[in-house]
């Protein structure tokens, strides 16, 4: 079945640097990859998505990219804000409807 | 605006104990799942329905069991609760579509201790 590795653990930038969370699945059919924002003691929230038959997708500071041959999908943040200090999940769709999450990554931001 | 709610935030149980977790959403959506949050281990799928009556075993179904009796609500049970599963659980609901894309809206999660 389909498993998904998210990199680093935990994150730490300074305010106005970039943010970069990697995650590797091993399903090759998987074809839909999302990213949720879980900030303390909230539920978690999608910020972003992106389909296997696209390599970029952009909103505003967000951004994630995928690599189908190498089975890697990432999420890139810029001008890093307080706001978005938070736990990072990404996940990938396995099957018809169910998600296969990350491990998260807790990102702080740092003033 | 989708709403998801969950009934308890927090939850202390005894060992033993059966234990009924409820999740109701109000949009309407025939996809729901309940999921186990812990730290370094993400989100971990408990158990999924696609339908009222039907449901389908995730990865860590072993302990727990389910209810779908109407499409809004889906209730999970730890039939005899142990230590083991002191958890944040998380019910989630969305659409069934063929887009395969459907973003699932999360519960605000209930913190279950078992003593």
């Known amino acids: 079945g389909e498993n998904v590795e998210q990199h680093p653990s935990t994150l730490s930038v300074q305010e106005g640097d970039s943010a970069v969370i990697k995650c590797t699945y091993s399903?090759?059919?998987?074809?839909?990859f999302p990213w949720y924002k879980q900030e303390l003691g909230k539920r978690p929230q999608l910020i972003i998505d992106?389909?296997?038959?696209?390599g970029e997708k952009k909103d505003q500071r967000i951004a994630v990219t995928l690599n189908k041959t190498a089975k890697h999908f990432s999420l890139h943040i810029t001008e890093t804000q307080p706001e978005d200090s938070a736990v990072y999940f990404c996940?990938?769709?396995?099957?018809?409807?169910?998600?296969?999450f990350g491990q998260g990554t807790r990102l702080t931001i740092n003033p | 605006d989708v709403k998801v709610t969950q009934s308890s935030r927090y939850l202390v149980k005894r060992t033993g104990e059966k234990v009924f977790l409820e999740c109701v959403q109000d949009?309407?959506?025939?996809?729901m799942f309940w999921y186990r949050q812990d730290p370094g281990l993400g989100l971990r799928l408990i158990y999924f329905?696609?339908?009222?009556?039907?449901?389908e075993k995730g990865d860590i179904p072993e302990g727990y069991s389910v209810s779908r009796e109407k499409k809004e609500r889906f209730s999970l049970i730890l039939e005899s609760a142990s230590t083991n599963q002191t958890s944040m659980y998380l019910c989630?609901?969305?659409?069934?579509?063929?887009?395969?894309?459907?973003?699932?809206?999360f519960g605000p999660g209930t913190r279950l201790t078992v003593l």
């Open positions: 996940a990938a769709l396995r099957g018809a409807q169910k998600l296969v």
């Open positions: 949009m309407d959506h025939e996809n």
């Open positions: 329905s696609y339908d009222v009556k039907m449901k």
């Open positions: 989630a609901s969305s659409l069934l579509s063929w887009r395969l894309d459907n973003e699932q809206f």
């Open positions: 399903d090759s059919a998987s074809n839909y």
């Open positions: 992106i389909r296997s038959n696209v």
